[in-house]
């Protein structure tokens, strides 16, 4: 079955930091470009990240640049988003959908494949 699994979300204080993971089974992740999106209650989807599948080239919205960093791991088929300095307007459902290649935000990523997962949810209080 291919499918792809977030975790790694929690609760963190702002300022704090979280990692989150997006594994794969059913397929290889190394031949498709990943995202990252986030979606807060009575917000739209808003695209985070994405890491390509040629040259690991990655794209990161405006609000999230410098704070978090996308990267792939290829020998456990795992895409990782490193969420440092952490604000309360991060908070939101985080959740990976795979593609034939990254687009420029808003967009993120170019043709989606597969559906999306439940994702994991990152809530940042103090």
């Known amino acids: 079955q291919v499918q792809l699994v977030e975790s790694g979300g929690g609760l963190a204080q702002p300022g704090g930091s979280l990692r989150l993971s997006c594994a794969a089974s059913g397929f290889t992740l190394d031949s498709y470009a990943i995202a990252w999106f986030r979606q807060a209650p009575g917000k739209e989807r808003e695209g985070v990240s994405c890491?390509?599948?040629?040259?690991?080239?990655?794209i990161y919205a405006d609000s999230v640049k410098g704070r978090f960093t996308i990267s792939r791991d290829k020998a456990k088929n795992t895409v990782y988003l490193q969420m440092n300095s952490l604000k309360p307007e991060d908070t939101a459902v985080y959740y990976c959908r795979y593609g034939n290649r990254c687009s420029l935000p808003p967009r993120t990523i170019g043709l989606l494949f597969g559906s999306r997962g439940q994702g994991t949810q990152v809530t940042v209080s103090s």
């Open positions: 890491i390509g599948s040629s040259d690991d080239s990655t």
